[in-house]
Nanobody, 124 residues
Framework: QVQLVESGGGLVQAGGSLRLSCAASGRTFSSSVMGWFRQAPGKEREFVAVIRRSDGYTYHGDSVKGRFTISRDNAKNTVYLQMNSLKPEDTAVYYC?????????????????WGQGTQVTVSS
């Protein structure tokens, strides 16, 4: 079993920055994949970014590329999402997810564990 706890969400003005954290506990999974997703009201859950814990390989969704950066600290079992140049359309609940299989994936269906989510609101 894996527990994921997100933190760092909040209210920010457009153009501002936030850093989300996802702390993992429970079963160790040094070769797994960690992802960030987001879901706005009335919309499907959207892929944001993914990182492979073994080698730090990252991939970001087109809507956040160049503005958001995913990173990890394996010693702390924590994954981060640095969000810069935030836009009102980034407003959503942001979820951290873990995939035990060490293959990068962008579909939420491929992930085994989810956090409870943290709200990010960007005002115009």
């Amino acid at each position: 079993q894996v527990q994921l706890v997100e933190s760092g969400g909040g209210l920010v003005q457009a153009g501002g920055s936030l850093r989300l954290s996802c702390a993992a506990s429970g079963r160790t999974f040094s070769s797994s994949v960690m992802g960030w997703f987001r879901q706005a009201p009335g919309k499907e859950r959207e892929f944001v970014a993914v990182i492979r814990r073994s080698d730090g390989y990252t991939y970001h969704g087109d809507s956040v590329k160049g503005r958001f950066t995913i990173s990890r600290d394996n010693a702390k079992n924590t994954v981060y999402l640095q969000m810069n140049s935030l836009k009102p359309e980034d407003t959503a609940v942001y979820y951290c997810a873990a995939r035990l299989l060490g293959v990068v994936a962008t579909s939420p269906l491929r992930y085994d564990y989810w956090g409870q989510g943290t709200q990010v609101t960007v005002s115009s």
